[in-house]
């Protein structure tokens, strides 16, 4: 299984059909080679999640019980125990910005002939997906590069370049999860590189100054062409009021999901549905669940995650998911560099986290989570000394 997780990842940027295949064929094959091993970080509130996603789904919503062991056996890919992880795991961020790269063409080639934003699959959500991730590698390999060399090299400076060029088209993309996903981790990985000095003071002041600039070039162009930046705009100036209407805009509507999701709790609350509050509703149970302000055919609350959780997981699943939080960052803040290559081990981390932030006002499940989980297994398992 040493080469699962380069495959995993090459088949996630090609094609979901044959990366969930291989999720599959990956858990199978682990199951009979006996190669599930319960250790990591995470462990123990990821199978908290796995617990609240299939249970209250096969009890409240049969219906949906394949989607749901689709939603959550698929991550015990987490429990694989990994094979020779640095060796594996220092090459990821050179196979991760190669991929970024050949994905270029493709992204400009549906941007001006097709007028949309995607890779081989999905939509804009999978392009801000990949090129986020993409943008961080390039930018921890210019780390590597600048650490290694102690200079500021053509190399470090390509790398550099290229990131912001990956990250210029999750800022074309819209997406705003990872547009706020992406100067949180930045700030996060310059403090974790300071703190273990393999960046000094200057690079570090370069790396705000790049960050606080970015930002305000991300937002000044998305106020230009954004209608939920154009009306959050309008609300800061007093052009407009703070009612319903303008939340629900700048929302894309999960204001108004929100107090739906609400009323459902508020209910399981009054009639005492004890096993709805500790395990909630069930996968997209928003098929069965009444909508006041949502449209009815809407199968999930997707609000923000205290809400939206809550509903399909209950108090097991929503405590599950925020211990993972906490966790995740904890383990990335704590990690302890010794030296340049260490850097390139930070990489299987980033991911993980990225989603996690962009999840907040989505759902925590995603179709590419298991290779979230498994980059960070490996990077765990990396960096144990």
């Not at 090609?14 to 599930?36: A, D, N, Q």
């Not at 290229?162 to 997406?175: E, K, N, Q, T």
């Not at 149970?285 to 209950?314: C, D, M, T």
């Amino acid at each position: 299984m040493s080469n699962y997780l380069t495959l995993l990842l090459v088949a996630a940027f090609v094609s979901i059909s044959v990366y969930e295949g291989l999720v599959i064929v990956g858990i199978i094959y682990s199951f009979f080679k006996r190669r599930f091993h319960f250790w990591g970080d995470l462990r123990f509130p990821l199978i908290g999640f796995i617990s609240s996603t299939i249970v209250p789904t096969a009890v409240f919503f049969p219906n949906m019980l394949l989607k749901s062991l689709n939603e959550g056996l698929f991550q015990v890919v987490y429990f694989i125990r990994p094979n020779s992880p640095r060796k594996i795991i220092i090459k990821l961020p050179f196979l991760l910005v190669f991929l970024g790269i050949i994905g270029l063409p493709v992204v400009l080639y549906n941007v001006l002939f097709k007028e949309s934003v995607k890779l081989f699959w999905g939509g804009s959500f999978e392009v801000a997906s990949f090129y986020t991730t993409f943008g961080f590698c390039s930018f921890i390999i210019g780390f590597y590069n600048l650490n290694k060399e102690k200079k500021l090299s053509t190399s470090s400076i390509f790398f550099f370049v290229l990131g912001l060029l990956f990250f210029s088209i999750v800022i074309y993309s819209a997406r705003r999860s990872y547009l706020i996903g992406i100067p949180v981790v930045f700030l996060l990985l310059n403090f974790t590189l300071a703190k273990y000095r393999l960046l000094n003071k200057k690079v570090f002041l370069a790396g705000l100054s790049v960050l606080f600039l970015g930002s305000a070039i991300a937002y000044t162009y998305l106020s230009t062409k954004d209608y939920r930046f154009q009306t959050f705009n309008e609300i800061l100036l007093g052009k407009r009021s703070l009612d319903y209407e303008t939340l629900n805009r700048i929302s894309s509507s999960r204001y108004g999901i929100m107090l739906d999701g609400i009323e459902i709790i508020k209910t399981d609350i009054k009639e005492r549905r004890v096993l709805n509050l500790l395990l909630g509703h069930g996968i997209r149970s928003g098929a069965y669940l009444p909508h006041k302000r949502s449209p009815q055919n809407w199968q999930r609350y997707e609000s923000v995650i205290f809400v939206s959780e809550f509903i399909e997981r209950g108090v097991v699943g929503l405590l599950s998911i925020l211990a993972i939080y906490f966790i995740a960052f904890k383990r990335f803040l704590e990690t302890k560099l010794e030296n340049s290559e260490d850097i390139l081990v930070l990489a299987g981390f980033i991911p993980l986290l990225i989603h996690l932030i962009g999840s907040i006002f989505t759902f925590f499940w995603d179709a590419l989570l298991p290779l979230f989980l498994l980059l960070f297994k490996f990077s765990e398992a990396a960096t144990e000394r």
